[in-house]
């Protein structure tokens, strides 16, 4: 078994969730008892969170790629990110280290494809909906990406900071994102790439008439089929 390499705390909710799906995946495919080999260098997203708002993508850029040197020297075999919104700078990391980065797109976007879901409805972060870092990677894939208008964009931006990254589950931001998904559908929009690490701890398969594609479930998929290889 390959070691997996974490970074992880952007935010620490959504990390946990990868090491639970990573070690479920991993005991469903090997047996009760199994459990991945993995190492996580958890940040403290303080700096990166003001970093990102500031513009100052260097400087967040920094403490990743120091993360990730870290696992490397540490005896991880892969890289895995585990956030979205930072694969802006997934190019830097990727220099600085001789072991592969798993890319958080491409699963979501394979997952997209082999569904025949080739327009995509994309949440997330505003960086994420409103930059090109993963809409390209999807698009390069084939897919059509539609994002939210820009006052359901700003929602879908302040519920992910203010709610879920610190552990608030809301009914009321459920249905904010439920009305976004609808009017992803009215756009024609054939299923939700939920392109932050958090929103599957708010929306779940059954707040949705289309199919949700979670990339921390999707990527976490990934991890172990890299780990599991033979």
Known sequence: ?????????????????????????????L???????LLMYSVDFGPVEQA???GRWDDAAAILVDAARRLEV???????????????????IQAAISIPFLHIADPAGQA????GALKIGLLGTAFTMEQDFLKERLTS?????LVPEADERQAVHRIIYDELCVGVISEASR??????????????????ILGCTEIGLLIKPEHSALPLLDTTELHAQAAVAFALVE
């Open 74 to 92: 540490g005896g991880a075999d892969c890289v895995v990110l585990c956030t979205n919104t930072m694969h802006k700078v997934a190019g830097q």
């Open 141 to 145: 894939m084939g897919l059509t990406v």
């Open 175 to 192: 249905k904010v994102y439920q009305q976004v998904i609808e009017s992803l559908t009215i756009r024609g929009a054939q299923a939700i």
């Open 112 to 115: 997209a494809v082999e569904a």
């Open 52 to 54: 990102q708002h500031a």
């Open 1 to 29: 078994m390959r070691t997996i390499g974490l970074i992880g705390g952007m935010s620490w909710e959504s990390s946990a969730e990868y090491y639970r799906l990573i070690n479920q995946q991993v005991r469903d495919r």
């Open 31 to 37: 047996g009760p008892l199994r459990s991945a080999k």
